[in-house]
């Protein structure tokens, strides 16, 4: 399974079924599951498309509800599902009968057609729940911050992150307050896409305060 159907797996997923955890490891590193493949172009993709020494053929496009795009000289072509270099060689093939040697480059502009896809989660007891793109090397602390901090009814150490396997989605325990007050990162673990962080509540019954 390549990073593109594996992230429309997680959509299905998080639609579906939420974060629906296989129980809590403690102690263990959550693994790499991510594995970034080529880009395949889709809906709401902003593209250029760059006609070497023909500038009236060069043009910023997006990718429209039904997955094409309008050139003209050519009219609409079938951009989605083919990745940048594949949508170059059609519209090159396509311009020969006009053009001689057309030298055709594709360019993402913005992929927003995976947007809410390429992105990491927190949630539960943080003073802002948020869902945020992305970044390699963004960390559990990161995404912490970026949710204005655990919240004072928070159970920062019984934080769990829930990472997608190709069994399922897997938790791992992640002690907030010793990251952040006691600067033990041991639990600070490098996030991926789709990554949910959960912060529960205290039980104050339990003598959490």
Request: proline share 5%; hydrophobic share 40%.
């Amino acid at each position: 399974m390549n990073f593109f159907s594996l992230l429309a797996s997680v959509a299905v997923t998080l639609a579906l079924v939420g974060c629906a955890g296989t129980g809590t490891k403690e102690g263990s590193v959550p693994p790499r599951t991510f594995v970034a493949g080529d880009y395949v172009i889709g809906k709401s993709d902003s593209l250029q498309i760059d006609v070497w020494r023909n500038p009236d053929l060069t043009r910023s496009l997006t990718v429209r509800p039904d997955g094409y795009i309008t050139m003209p000289l050519m009219g609409d072509i079938k951009a989605e599902g083919q990745k940048p270099e594949e949508l170059a060689d059609t519209i090159s093939e396509g311009l020969k009968s006009i053009i001689k040697q057309p030298e055709v480059t594709v360019t993402v502009l913005s992929p927003a057609s995976i947007e809410y896809l390429y992105r990491v989660r927190v949630m539960g007891e943080v003073n802002q729940p948020t869902s945020i793109s992305y970044v390699d090397g963004m960390t559990v602390m990161d995404l912490v911050l970026a949710a204005g901090g655990v919240s004072e009814f928070g159970a920062g150490s019984r934080a769990t992150l829930s990472r997608l396997t190709s069994e399922g989605y897997k938790e791992y325990k992640v002690d907030l307050d010793a990251i952040l007050n006691k600067g033990d990162t041991s639990t600070n673990f490098l996030l991926q896409p789709t990554d949910i962080l959960t912060v529960p509540e205290k039980k104050f019954w339990k003598g959490e305060f």
